[in-house]
């Protein structure tokens, strides 16, 4: 594969843009690694459904509907209400469901309701998603409101102040239940002697039937199991190419997992997946992240494949290696500290598969687990994914968007100098020291902040990450090349904390999404605790909007404080200081900013919002039909993967009961 040729943007709708990413250096692994990539690989894409069904129960239903209008509607496919459909599928697809990924608002179809209905009307039976003895103007029906009623469900994650965020959300986490009502139920499973509680919560729905309250647990057997046997007849696939003992532990541990549904079998998945160290290949595939309830108890599905990027790693081996000095010297009150730093290795990866939750949208950096225990007692890894991270890059080349939204050319040159290398270092900083540094103290279980927790703890591992990129330590370790190299970090930040994410957000809405929150917060905090020496300058040029930074160090300084407050916060589950912070700095847009600044992103034609193709993995056999050899295909289009999908690898029915 050729880097100067390879495609990187495949097509662009809407507020998104479809890219691919390469993996790189899939050609250097053995056979045995290949076959256990493949295999995980496609573990990784069976638990689609699930996402979909847990972002919003007619989720599958309106996806399944409208792909069989794709497929077999036969009037004319140029008009303009059919290719308002298709957009609209095609950010279903993206968003796994009818929420916006980001800001998790309900995606407006464009195409009117006749349409809709009639087109559905038009389509043979066998092609619909008919419940049993349903008939298409029922479907039709009950289909009307979640698609067209835009109050209905308006929020797939709701975190207003004062309102009760479950009744309010449209995820498909609780059933019949309210906030209150759920907040008492998992108090009550609390146990305060417990040191080491599970994560009550993270894998079912919480229903109220006839008055009672209880859980439904995603398992094989239980919710989901349809989707969820599939997946671990791969990762029974999987144990038997295993690279070596520990890794088939590992696996195992996790197919034990899905099929009892016990979260203390997750805790020792987690406690072995955390001692594999040796292992080039690994994976994510479980229920991991709580973004999308808004207590931050219940977890998406998700899956990740990946494969040590052996050079670049040494770049996280470093910073590994010196973690111990990074938690001693972090300008955060001593009782915050850990005495003794365990378990945190960092490596840089080659992604080969995502799924669920990661996919199309992806991270370009993961560290778990997530569980507070687990990481003070055990540790942590974390990485960065180099291949995402470079595509991105090669992607955004020749747009005009730092010519846009820079002050100067000296901002513009020093991105280009080291913003790629910066950017990689913040996302390992943030992944492998930020988000494992720090305590608790005694008695503080990690819940307190409830709505408000996600966005601090981001917030947290931002400011570690921004507070040491300007520590002359790193140019000492050889993770920088200079002194001037992290300015580019910092104005990239603050340029986007400020101005250019905004971009993603509808004129006159606020921001929802926890990591647009936490940068906002950082960087308007910064801004107005920097305001009367000008640290930060907000400045206008030929009527444009810019803010630059003038002081560096000092920047730095407030990052520091900044940083001790975030931690205190966090370790003291200090909930009003929580609430305070991310409401005053991190929710609100200014409107005539906003405004401008998307006016001024419109006149270049680009989308704010960027995921990734899968590659389709091809088998090579002998005449005895044994693999020979595996390699990555780029030809896939957008539409051709999502519907293959849809086809080959959807198992749950429509509705979950």
Not at 66 to 79: D, F, I, K, M
Not at 285 to 308: C, M, Q, R
Not at 539 to 568: C, H, M, P, V, W
């Amino acid at each position: 594969m050729n880097n100067h040729t390879f495609q990187y943007v495949v097509e662009q709708f809407a507020d998104l843009r479809i890219l691919r990413y390469p993996v790189t250096d899939f050609e250097e692994l053995t056979l045995k690694q290949k076959k256990l990539v493949y295999f995980l690989s496609q573990a990784a894409i069976e638990g689609r459904d699930i996402l979909f069904d847990q972002n919003y129960k007619h989720n599958l239903a309106i996806r399944r509907t409208l792909e069989a209008v794709y497929e077999h509607y036969s009037g004319n496919r140029s008009n303009e209400q059919f290719l308002k459909l298709e957009i609209y599928l095609k950010r279903i697809w993206f968003s796994n469901g009818i929420h916006h990924h980001y800001s998790t608002a309900k995606i407006e179809p464009g195409f009117s309701q006749d349409f809709f209905s009639e087109t559905i009307a038009s389509l043979d039976e066998k092609f619909l998603p008919l419940e049993p003895g349903e008939s298409k103007e029922s479907l039709i029906n009950r289909l009307i409101p979640p698609v067209f009623d835009p109050k209905l469900d308006a929020l797939q994650v709701n975190q207003a102040e004062g309102e009760d965020l479950i009744t309010t959300s449209a995820n498909n986490y609780y059933e019949g239940v309210t906030q209150q009502e759920a907040e008492e139920f998992y108090n009550s499973l609390k146990n305060p002697d417990d040191k080491k509680p599970v994560s009550h919560g993270l894998n079912t729905r919480l229903e109220k039937t006839n008055g009672q309250i209880s859980e439904k647990v995603w398992k094989k057997g239980g919710l989901y199991s349809d989707a969820i046997e599939k997946i671990v007849i791969w990762l029974e696939k999987a144990t038997a190419v295993a690279e070596n003992d520990q890794q088939k532990k590992v696996i195992t541990l996790l197919i034990d997992f899905y099929k009892t549904g016990d979260l203390s079998t997750f805790d020792a998945y987690n406690i072995e997946w955390l001692k594999d160290q040796e292992s080039r290949i690994d994976f994510i595939n479980g229920f991991i992240e709580t973004y999308g309830d808004p207590l931050g108890l219940k977890a998406s599905w998700e899956s990740v494949v990946n494969f040590k990027n052996l050079e670049a790693t040494h770049r996280t081996e470093i910073i590994s290696k010196n973690a111990q000095w990074f938690e001693d010297h972090s300008p955060t009150d001593p009782r915050f500290k850990k005495q003794e730093v365990k378990g945190v290795t960092a490596k840089v990866i080659n992604v080969a598969m995502l799924g669920g939750d990661c996919y199309p949208h992806t991270p370009i950096g993961i560290n778990l687990p997530n569980a507070d225990w687990l990481r003070k007692e055990y540790g942590s890894k974390s990485v960065t994914i180099e291949n995402i991270t470079y595509a991105y890059n090669q992607a955004a080349k020749g747009t005009g968007f730092l010519e846009e939204f820079c002050y100067n050319e000296k901002e513009i040159e020093r991105h280009n100098k080291y913003g790629f290398l910066a950017g990689n270092l913040h996302t390992d900083l943030h992944e492998c020291l930020g988000h494992g540094s720090g305590q608790l103290l005694e008695g503080i279980t990690g819940n307190e902040l409830k709505a408000y927790g996600a966005v601090i703890e981001e917030t947290r591992a931002d400011l570690f990450a921004l507070y040491y990129m300007a520590d002359p330590k790193l140019v000492e370790l050889g993770l920088l090349p200079d002194d001037q190299a992290f300015k580019a970090e910092y104005d990239g930040y603050i340029r986007n904390g400020l101005l250019t994410q905004i971009t993603r957000i509808k004129l006159g809405d606020q921001i929802e999404q926890a990591h647009m929150r936490n940068r906002q917060l950082i960087a308007s905090w910064a801004f107005e605790k920097g305001k009367e020496t000008r640290v930060i300058e907000r400045k206008s040029k030929t009527g444009k909007t810019f803010f630059t930074i003038n002081d560096y160090q000092a920047l730095r300084d407030i990052f520091a404080e900044l940083l001790a407050e975030i931690q205190r916060v966090k370790s003291e589950g200090d909930f009003e200081t929580a609430k305070r912070l991310v409401e005053n700095y991190g929710v609100k847009i200014e409107y005539n900013l906003h405004k401008e600044v998307l006016e001024r992103y419109q006149k270049l034609n680009l989308a704010p919002y960027s995921g990734f193709l899968n590659p389709v993995y091809k088998l090579f056999k002998d005449e005895k039909g044994n693999i020979i050899d595996i390699a990555p295909d780029y030809s896939e289009g957008y539409a051709d993967q999502m519907m293959r999908y849809s086809k080959e690898h959807s198992w749950l029915p429509t509705y979950q009961q």
